[in-house]
T-cell receptor, first 117, second 114 residues
Framework: DGGITQSPKYLFRKEGQNVTLSCEQNLNHDAMYWYRQDPGQGLRLIYYSQIVNDFQKGDIAEGYSVSREKKESFPLTVTSAQKNPTAFYLC????????????????FGAGSRLTVL | AQSVTQPDIHITVSEGASLELRCNYSYGATPYLFWYVQSPGQGLQLLLKYFSGDTLVQGIKGFEAEFKRSQSSFNLRKPSVHWSDAAEYFCAVAPPSGTYKYIFGTGTRLKVLA
């Protein structure tokens, strides 16, 4: 079945360390996204990518970096510059130019929980 | 500014009772509208969506939602709640073209009493 795989499910980081969260999709979607979820704040967009080798900052990009070297993959690096990185991170993808039932719908992975020690 | 408001942070209902979760949005034009559900520690699953046409849309798990343009609302309903419906529910909007900027509400956490 097609879907989005995020890894690891749980990640612990010491202050000052960079960590990378993996996101892989086999839905053949052009667009991929990273969201951060904190209790009571809904989902906030970190970065999104419309196409390979292109990405744009979202609302809270500071302290994060991404790459999109392959259509299937959109890893997120949480750098030491992110002052409060403890959160639940969600990767998603969509087919914004498609037609049919799944077009323009975000599909989510199961999430990665990052805790700073 | 574009925004989505879910005025109820928590809702508690008894199993078998009806449910309505509210969602209001502020947007320049009629956006695409979505409801998602999230179980603890999991990703979000699409319940239903509205793009155009019939303003009453049916989704999975027996949920439905009604788009009311005059009230800028997209409320989610279920006639009879099951204990397994306990979760957090998110309303979201997106522009009808070049859909990349999805805006989410802060969520409503549903508790179901046996």
């Amino acid at each position: 079945d097609g879907g989005i795989t995020q890894s690891p499910k749980y990640l612990f980081r010491k202050e000052g360390q960079n960590v990378t969260l993996s996101c892989e999709q086999n839905l053949n979607h052009d667009a991929m996204y990273w969201y951060r979820q904190d209790p009571g704040q809904g989902l906030r967009l970190i970065y999104y990518s419309q196409i390979v080798n292109d990405f744009q900052k979202g609302d809270i990009a500071e302290g994060y970096s991404v790459s999109r070297e392959k259509k299937e993959s959109f890893p997120l690096t949480v750098t030491s510059a992110q002052k409060n990185p403890t959160a639940f991170y969600l990767c998603a993808s969509s087919n914004p130019r498609g037609v049919g039932e799944g077009a323009n719908v975000l599909t989510f992975g199961a999430g990665s929980r990052l805790t700073v020690l | 500014a574009q925004s989505v408001t879910q005025p109820d942070i928590h809702i508690t209902v008894s199993e078998g009772a009806s449910l309505e979760l509210r969602c209001n949005y502020s947007y320049g034009a009629t956006p695409y509208l979505f409801w998602y559900v999230q179980s603890p520690g999991q990703g979000l699953q699409l319940l239903l969506k509205y793009f155009s046409g019939d303003t009453l849309v049916q989704g999975i798990k027996g949920f439905e939602a009604e788009f009311k343009r005059s009230q800028s609302s997209f409320n989610l309903r279920k006639p009879s709640v099951h204990w397994s419906d306990a979760a957090e529910y998110f309303c979201a909007v997106a522009p009808p073209s070049g859909t990349y900027k999805y805006i989410f509400g802060t969520g409503t956490r549903l508790k179901v009493l046996a």
